[in-house]
T-cell receptor, first 114, second 115 residues
Framework: GDSVTQMEGPVTLSEEAFLTINCTYT??????LFWYVQYPGEGLQLLLK?????DKGSNKGFEATYRKETTSFHLEKGSVQVSDSAVYFC?????????????FGTGTKLQVIP | NAGVTQTPKFRVLKTGQSMTLLCAQD?????MYWYRQDPGMGLRLIHY???????AKGEVPDGYNVSRLKKQNFLLGLESAAPSQTSVYFC??????????????FGDGTRLSIL
């Protein structure tokens, strides 16, 4: 079945540092890939997505590229801010089960210190 | 724009009590989902619905029931609450009928404690 593996956290960075959160996946079909962000006390929000191989999703300075050859979708940001402190979830979505099935990673907590 | 609204936001129950969690979406989405979020386990799908009047089991359905009598509402019921059901519950909805590239939209969650 489908699976998503994320690097474990928590990740602690200083403000303006470079961020990478690794995500790899296993899927039988051709899934779409997502990064969601969860701020304290809130639900998940879509951060970015990519729907086919070599697509790059980007939003708010975050980027991730759909790499089919390495089955990866790593999240990057060049300069993090304190406001980026949150939990980040990698996810894949496909229709292999006859409905839009979404498989989430376990989440990576990011803490950015001033 | 309300999006996905969950009620209640917090609840404490005693073992054996029953309750219903409510989810409402105003985006005319066909698909709706209930997840539970536990530390270190990400989100696990409890039940889902692909349209009004339909429901199906997800990954961890035992101890829960759902109903989707109206397109905009998806109800999650606990018939006899157990401490293992202490969790944060999230409702989500999407245009999943339009393909796998549709994102899910989430409510802010219901924090449920079973004593």
């Amino acid at each position: 079945g489908d699976s998503v593996t994320q690097m474990e956290g928590p990740v602690t960075l200083s403000e303006e540092a470079f961020l990478t959160i690794n995500c790899t996946y296993t899927a039988t079909g051709y899934p779409s890939l997502f990064w969601y962000v969860q701020y304290p006390g809130e639900g998940l929000q879509l951060l970015l997505k990519a729907t086919k191989a070599d697509d790059k999703g980007s939003n708010k300075g975050f980027e991730a590229t759909y790499r089919k050859e390495t089955t990866s979708f790593h999240l990057e940001k060049g300069s993090v801010q304190v406001s980026d402190s949150a939990v980040y979830f990698c996810a894949l979505s496909d229709h292999s089960g006859g409905y839009q099935k979404v498989t989430f990673g376990t989440g990576t907590k990011l803490q950015v210190i001033p | 724009n309300a999006g996905v609204t969950q009620t209640p936001k917090f609840r404490v129950l005693k073992t054996g009590q029953s309750m219903t969690l409510l989810c409402a979406q105003d985006m005319n989405h066909e698909y709706m989902y209930w997840y539970r979020q536990d530390p270190g386990m990400g989100l696990r799908l409890i039940h889902y619905s692909v349209g009004e009047g339909t429901t199906a089991k997800g990954e961890v359905p035992d101890g829960y029931n759902v109903s989707r009598l109206k397109k905009q509402n998806f109800l999650l019921g606990l018939e006899s609450a157990a401490p293992s059901q202490t969790s944060v519950y999230f409702c989500a909805s999407s245009y999943g009928d339009r393909g796998p590239n549709q994102p899910q939209h989430f409510g802010d969650g219901t924090r449920l404690s079973i004593l």
